[in-house]
């Protein structure tokens, strides 16, 4: 029986610690002038990197659950 510890606290820390290295750079990008949103190109990619992490998380958290209950 695998046990919390070695299904979803990895889980866990790999998205909240990656998260928050994701959002220290999304913040370093904004602050440096990398990125100008009132470009429809910038507010696009800007929308794939936001959208590409939310969708690992829940892939990642739906492929892990369906493991744990084969």
Known sequence: ML???HTW???LYLYIVGGL???LGMIIIRKSGAINL???MHRFWNRVLIFGFFWFV???GILTYAALNW
């Open 58 to 60: 829940v892939m990642h």
């Open 3 to 5: 046990t919390f510890q």
């Open 21 to 23: 290295f994701f959002l």
């Open 38 to 40: 009132k470009r429809p």
């Open 9 to 11: 606290l990895p889980y």
